[in-house]
């Protein structure tokens, strides 16, 4: 029932993403308007802060439309990847990389040392320059992995890219709400 809800509701959910994406725009443009601009600058400004949930609302239609297979692939595309820009956009400032290489790194030891016990000395080396390599090799490869995933984040949280998500989010919206697909109008 979720699912079919969220499936429903997929232009009004595109649309609130697309506003999320480009509020910190409207803010700005909005700013210098004489009577509404300071009030709607502070409310715009909570739409971009919000917008981590409606990334998250976004990501989770996407999930949904995509098990069900409803809407067409542009649409669900686009669901995730304006998703995953809101959602990324305030946890880019944590290094992540390195809190997982190290938590990775720690448990593949604690694993190795648990279930595979390294007799003392193997090929004359000692069992701690070998836990040593198997905490080094899993912690940069895992390290390599998020730091990836990191830079991903933060080109798609980017302010021209967001922008870019956010108008295609709010026109595509629009045009679902009246039976008609941006892009098929586009010819994509």
């Not at 593949?108 to 003392?120: M, R």
């Not at 390290?143 to 870019?164: C, H, Q, W």
Request: glycine share 8%; hydrophobic share 60%.
């Amino acid at each position: 029932m979720c699912f079919s809800l969220l499936s429903d509701y997929t232009p009004i959910i595109l649309v609130s993403g697309g506003v999320a994406a480009v509020a910190w725009l409207f803010a700005i443009l909005l700013k210098s308007a004489p009577i509404v601009g300071s009030p709607m600058s502070k409310i715009l400004k909570g739409i971009s802060i919000f917008g981590f949930f409606v990334g998250l609302l976004l990501l989770f239609t996407g999930a949904a439309i995509w098990s069900a297979g409803v809407w067409d692939i542009a649409t669900k595309c686009l669901l995730l990847i304006t998703g995953l820009s809101l959602f990324l956009k305030p946890l880019r400032q944590l290094p992540w990389a390195t809190l997982f290489g190290l938590i990775i790194g720690l448990v593949s030891v604690f694993l190795a040392y648990s279930y595979f016990p390294i007799p003392e000395i193997v090929f004359n080396i000692s069992s701690t320059w070998l836990y040593l390599a198997i905490f080094f090799i899993s912690a940069l490869v895992s390290y390599f992995l998020f730091k990836f995933l990191e830079d991903l984040g933060r080109i798609l949280a980017s302010k021209p890219v967001a922008t870019i998500l956010g108008i295609i989010c709010i026109s595509h919206g629009i045009l679902l709400l009246f039976n008609q697909n941006l892009f098929s109008i586009l010819g994509i």
